[in-house]
């Protein structure tokens, strides 16, 4: 019943026009650059890796994560924040999953300031996920500039390539671990990865610019 429809992937917008025959309009998500520093700092005596989600959910792929973690001798710390009480019997397998590993829980971090934090003194930002539409954690990892390892769906690829990511193959734990530790050996080819999807936010992913476009949508509707 709705006037216009948008969504926020072009395979969004494939599947409706596919399924229902339906027009949509594609607009992405992106985020605030910030150009001050953020004043809150999160400090730790640790290195660390970090995973993040709202809902921490089989779809978000934690438990390919914690059993590539398992596949090698990783000298840094896990730390995963988002809502791990969404799916009981999920809970209970990556908890399970999580003894004997160096793993901490965050529970959900509903301040950004803090997310961010945690985002930008990370080692890599790690991103599992079997389907997403076009994720904000992603993106906020991005405008970190931090090293992200993300898994290939179709999702992920339609914001990023190869040469500002590095991609393993969804729900493959041998080859998430094999890409884990080529990261770590090779710190500054990661950098450079990190810089150019920040670039790629830069230009095309920030929301004072992404706001118009719905400004066009409600314009066309008037």
């Not at 730790?44 to 596949?71: P, Q, S, W």
């Not at 500054?188 to 706001?211: D, T, Y």
Request: hydrophobic share 40%; net charge positive.
């Amino acid at each position: 019943k709705a006037d216009i429809v948008t969504c926020v992937s072009r395979e969004e917008s494939y599947q409706y026009k596919n399924l229902l025959n339906l027009d949509t309009v594609f607009i992405p998500n992106g985020v605030n650059l910030m150009k001050d520093p953020i004043s809150k700092d999160i400090f730790t005596d640790y290195e660390y890796l970090f995973f993040g989600a709202g809902r921490i959910m089989k779809t978000k792929g934690l438990e390919v994560l914690l059993y590539a973690i398992k596949k090698i001798n990783l000298k840094y710390k896990l730390l995963v924040a988002g809502d791990l009480n969404q799916t009981p019997y999920y809970k209970k397998e990556i908890l399970a999953l999580s003894k004997n590993l160096d793993v901490e829980y965050l529970g959900l971090i509903k301040n950004k300031n803090d997310l961010l934090n945690y985002l930008r003194h990370a080692k890599i930002f790690i991103f599992p996920s079997s389907h997403e539409a076009m994720s904000m954690m992603l993106l906020e990892a991005a405008s970190q500039r931090i090293p992200i390892i993300c898994s290939d769906i179709i999702a992920n690829k339609a914001i990023f390539n190869d040469d500002q990511v590095l991609y393993f193959k969804v729900d493959d734990s041998t080859n998430l671990a094999d890409k884990i530790k080529w990261a770590l050996e090779n710190k500054s080819e990661m950098q450079k990865k990190a810089e150019q999807a920040f670039e790629k936010l830069r230009l095309e992913h920030q929301w004072k610019n992404i706001a118009k476009e719905y400004d066009k949508v409600y314009h066309k509707l008037f």
